[in-house]
C-alpha cells in the first residue's frame, strides 16, 4: 500500500511539473539558506578557536584585579583607591617563585607620545615596552634584523610591526633597519621588523602596529607607565588551574595586589557560548526563508487538492478511508520537501564552500547542519501538508464526485 501511495505521489508531482517546480524554488532556497548560515556559524567558530590553538592555550595573563580597590579606611563615601601597580622585581621573580610557570613577558602599552618618521605621523602606530621572552610567548617571527634582547635593557632601539616597517618603506626607505623614529621627544633605532601576525581574539594588542622597545626603556621614560599585564607560559607538567592558584597565592603573600588571571580556557568557553548563540541567530534568520518554502508548498497541496477533487471522490466511493486519502496527501507533500530539502543541502554546503573561499577560512565539513536539513525539511513537509491533506479527507464523496 505504501509503495503504491508513493508511486501515485510521484506520479502527481510529475504530472504538474511547473507547480512542482515553484514549490521545490521555495524550499531548496529555505533549506539552503538555514544550511548555509548554520555551517558559517560553525566554520566561524572553528576558525576563532584554530587562532587560539595556533598561539597555545598553555598561555595565562595575568592583570591586576581591579576589583580589589578598597574605600579609605573602608568608609561609605570616601575615595575609590585604585590597585597597586606590578613591581618590575616581584614580575621577573615570578619563573623562580612559581613552579608552574616556565616563562614569564611583561609588558606596557601606551605612553611616550606620537610616532613620527621624518615629520610624518604613524597612523595607529602603539608603543610598547617587552622583554626578550615577548617574542616567544606571542610567537612572533622577525623579516628583517633581530628581535630585542637582554642585553637592550635601557636602549634606545626599536623592533616594529609589519605594518610600520611598510610605511617607513612606503615614506622614502630604503630598508627599514637602521632607520630613525621619533616618539614623543625621544629618538628609537630600528633594529628589527615583524613578520605579518593574524588577527587573534587572544592577543590583547596588535602586532602589525606595534613599536616595541625593551621594558626598561619604556619603564624609564614616563613616570606615569606601568606594567600592563603578564603573559606566562605553563610548564608542561602543570595545568592552567594549577598555575592560576600559585600566581594569585604569590601575590597575595609576598605583594600587596591582588591579581587576576585569566587563560585561553576560559576565553575559549566564552566564545564557544557567544557562537552558539551566533549559530541560533544565524538559523532563525534563515528559518524565514524556509516558512516562506513552507507556505509554497501548502499552497500547492491545496491547488492539487481543488484539482483532485473528482479522484478523491472516486477513491472514496472505491472504499478508501479517510486516512487512507491524508496519508496520500501527506506523502506527497512529504517527497516534495525532501527532495527539496536534498537539493538544498547541496545549495548550502555549495555556499558555505564559496563563503570560506573568499573568507580564506578552512571549510569544515560538519554532520549536524546535512541532519538538521534533511529534518527539517521533513518536519516541513508534515506540517504544511497536513492542512491540505486533512482538506481532502474531508470532502464529502458525492459532493466530490459532481465537481468538474
Same mark, same amino acid.
Given at each position: 500500500?505504501?509503495?503504491?501511495?508513493?508511486?501515485?505521489?510521484?506520479?502527481?508531482?510529475?504530472?504538474?511539473?511547473?507547480?512542482?517546480?515553484?514549490?521545490?524554488?521555495?524550499?531548496?532556497?529555505?533549506?539552503?539558506?538555514?544550511?548555509?548560515?548554520?555551517?558559517?556559524?560553525?566554520?566561524?567558530?572553528?576558525?576563532?578557536?584554530?587562532?587560539?590553538?595556533?598561539?597555545?592555550?598553555?598561555?595565562?595573563?595575568?592583570?591586576?584585579?581591579?576589583?580589589?580597590?578598597?574605600?579609605?579606611?573602608?568608609?561609605?563615601?570616601?575615595?575609590?583607591?585604585?590597585?597597586?601597580?606590578?613591581?618590575?622585581?616581584?614580575?621577573?621573580?615570578?619563573?623562580?617563585?612559581?613552579?608552574?610557570?616556565?616563562?614569564?613577558?611583561?609588558?606596557?602599552?601606551?605612553?611616550?607620545?606620537?610616532?613620527?618618521?621624518?615629520?610624518?605621523?604613524?597612523?595607529?602606530?602603539?608603543?610598547?615596552?617587552?622583554?626578550?621572552?615577548?617574542?616567544?610567548?606571542?610567537?612572533?617571527?622577525?623579516?628583517?634584523?633581530?628581535?630585542?634582547?637582554?642585553?637592550?635593557?635601557?636602549?634606545?632601539?626599536?623592533?616594529?610591526?609589519?605594518?610600520?616597517?611598510?610605511?617607513?618603506?612606503?615614506?622614502?626607505?630604503?630598508?627599514?633597519? +637602521?632607520?630613525?623614529?621619533?616618539?614623543?621627544?625621544? /629618538?628609537?633605532? !630600528?633594529? *628589527?621588523? $615583524?613578520?605579518? =601576525?593574524?588577527?587573534? #581574539?587572544?592577543?590583547?594588542?596588535?602586532?602589525?602596529?606595534?613599536?616595541?622597545?625593551?621594558?626598561?626603556?619604556?619603564?624609564?621614560?614616563?613616570?606615569?607607565?606601568?606594567?600592563?599585564?603578564?603573559?606566562?607560559?605553563?610548564?608542561?607538567?602543570?595545568?592552567?588551574?594549577?598555575?592560576?592558584?600559585?600566581?594569585?597565592?604569590?601575590?597575595?603573600?609576598?605583594?600587596?595586589?591582588?591579581?587576576?588571571?585569566?587563560?585561553?580556557?576560559?576565553?575559549?568557553?566564552?566564545?564557544?557560548?557567544?557562537?552558539?548563540?551566533?549559530?541560533?541567530?544565524?538559523?532563525?534568520?534563515?528559518?524565514?526563508?524556509?516558512?516562506?518554502?513552507?507556505?509554497?508548498?501548502?499552497?500547492?497541496?491545496?491547488?492539487?487538492?481543488?484539482?483532485?477533487?473528482?479522484?478523491?471522490?472516486?477513491?472514496?466511493?472505491?472504499?478508501?478511508?479517510?486516512?487512507?486519502?491524508? +496519508?496520500?496527501?501527506?506523502?506527497?507533500?512529504?517527497? /516534495?520537501?525532501? !527532495?527539496? *530539502?536534498? $537539493?538544498?543541502? =547541496?545549495?548550502?554546503? #555549495?555556499?558555505?564552500?564559496?563563503?570560506?573561499?573568499?573568507?580564506?577560512?578552512?571549510?569544515?565539513?560538519?554532520?549536524?547542519?546535512?541532519?538538521?536539513?534533511?529534518?527539517?525539511?521533513?518536519?516541513?513537509?508534515?506540517?504544511?501538508?497536513?492542512?491540505?491533506?486533512?482538506?481532502?479527507?474531508?470532502?464529502?464523496?458525492?459532493?466530490?464526485?459532481?465537481?468538474?
Amino acid at each position: 500500500m505504501l509503495k503504491a501511495n508513493i508511486r501515485e505521489a510521484v506520479r502527481s508531482l510529475t504530472s504538474a511539473k511547473q507547480r512542482t517546480l515553484l514549490a521545490l524554488v521555495g524550499i531548496v532556497i529555505g533549506i539552503g539558506s538555514v544550511i548555509a548560515m548554520v555551517s558559517v556559524g560553525t566554520i566561524v567558530q572553528n576558525e576563532a578557536l584554530q587562532q587560539f590553538k595556533e598561539m597555545g592555550i598553555d598561555i595565562i595573563t595575568i592583570e591586576k584585579d581591579y576589583s580589589s580597590g578598597a574605600d579609605a579606611e573602608g568608609k561609605p563615601g570616601q575615595a575609590f583607591l585604585p590597585p597597586a601597580s606590578f613591581k618590575l622585581a616581584d614580575v621577573l621573580a615570578l619563573s623562580a617563585q612559581i613552579p608552574a610557570l616556565s616563562m614569564v613577558s611583561p609588558y606596557t602599552q601606551g605612553g611616550g607620545g606620537s610616532a613620527v618618521y621624518q615629520g610624518k605621523p604613524l597612523e595607529r602606530a602603539s608603543l610598547m615596552g617587552v622583554t626578550a621572552a615577548f617574542q616567544n610567548i606571542n610567537k612572533l617571527h622577525v623579516s628583517e634584523g633581530r628581535f630585542l634582547s637582554d642585553l637592550d635593557a635601557k636602549s634606545q632601539f626599536v623592533v616594529v610591526g609589519s605594518e610600520i616597517g611598510s610605511a617607513l618603506r612606503h615614506n622614502g626607505a630604503k630598508q627599514a633597519v +637602521g632607520e630613525r623614529i621619533k616618539v614623543g621627544e625621544n /629618538l628609537f633605532t !630600528v633594529m *628589527g621588523v $615583524l613578520d605579518t =601576525v593574524p588577527q587573534s #581574539g587572544l592577543r590583547r594588542f596588535d602586532p602589525n602596529t606595534a613599536l616595541l622597545i625593551h621594558l626598561t626603556t619604556a619603564l624609564r621614560l614616563s613616570g606615569d607607565t606601568e606594567i600592563s599585564a603578564i603573559n606566562a607560559r605553563v610548564g608542561p607538567a602543570f595545568s592552567n588551574s594549577t598555575a592560576r592558584e600559585q600566581v594569585m597565592a604569590y601575590f597575595a603573600r609576598y605583594t600587596k595586589m591582588t591579581a587576576r588571571v585569566s587563560s585561553p580556557e576560559d576565553i575559549i568557553a566564552q566564545m564557544e557560548k557567544q557562537a552558539q548563540m551566533f549559530t541560533l541567530l544565524l538559523g532563525a534568520i534563515g528559518s524565514i526563508s524556509l516558512v516562506v518554502g513552507g507556505v509554497g508548498v501548502m499552497n500547492v497541496m491545496l491547488v492539487s487538492v481543488s484539482e483532485r477533487r473528482r479522484e478523491i471522490g472516486i477513491r472514496r466511493a472505491l472504499g478508501a478511508k479517510r486516512d487512507d486519502i491524508k +496519508g496520500q496527501f501527506l506523502i506527497e507533500s512529504t517527497i /516534495l520537501s525532501i !527532495v527539496g *530539502g536534498l $537539493l538544498g543541502i =547541496v545549495i548550502g554546503v #555549495g555556499a558555505s564552500v564559496v563563503i570560506c573561499y573568499f573568507a580564506q577560512w578552512q571549510f569544515v565539513f560538519s554532520p549536524g547542519p546535512i541532519l538538521l536539513g534533511v529534518g527539517v525539511s521533513s518536519a516541513v513537509g508534515f506540517f504544511f501538508g497536513f492542512y491540505p491533506a486533512r482538506q481532502a479527507a474531508q470532502l464529502d464523496p458525492i459532493v466530490a464526485l459532481r465537481s468538474d
